[in-house]
């Protein structure tokens, strides 16, 4: 019995110790700017779209309509869109951005309209 709880103990202390060394890949600067391919799945429908993004405006293209966002960056990995020309009340929402990880010309990322505890992912592709 003693030497279950020490084993018990130990493999604890040893998995705990290897998840706190793993780090997850987060270059997140390196997608501040640049030309993108975004991919969403939402209730089992994929959704792509195109856009450009300097430091503080984001054009983006999907089905052939073209949006203009404000971009403000919270921190190195998490910014908010606002749609500068808003159509409707939905459109008029900020949307809060999480670069969960990135690798190579990668990220996946997590989103939310602001204020909602709803989240949906998608990845990133840079293009440029």
Do not use: H
């Not at 054009?59 to 404000?70: L, V």
């Not at 690798?103 to 909602?116: A, I, L």
């Amino acid at each position: 019995m003693k030497f279950k709880i020490q084993y018990s103990i130990c493999s604890l202390l040893l998995l705990t110790l290897l998840t706190s060394c793993y780090n997850q890949e987060r270059n997140c600067t390196d997608f501040k700017t640049g030309k993108f391919i975004s991919e969403t799945e939402i209730e089992g429908k994929k959704y792509t779209s195109t856009f450009e993004r300097n430091d503080s405006i984001q054009i983006e293209t999907y089905e052939g309509k073209i949006d203009t966002f404000k971009v403000r960056w919270t921190n190195d990995c998490e910014y908010v869109i606002q749609n500068i020309n808003p159509k409707n009340r939905e459109e008029k929402k900020a949307v809060q951005m999480k670069i969960l990880t990135t690798k190579d010309n990668t990220y996946t990322f997590e989103y939310s309209f602001v204020g909602d505890s709803k989240k949906q992912r998608g990845t990133v592709t840079k293009t440029n």
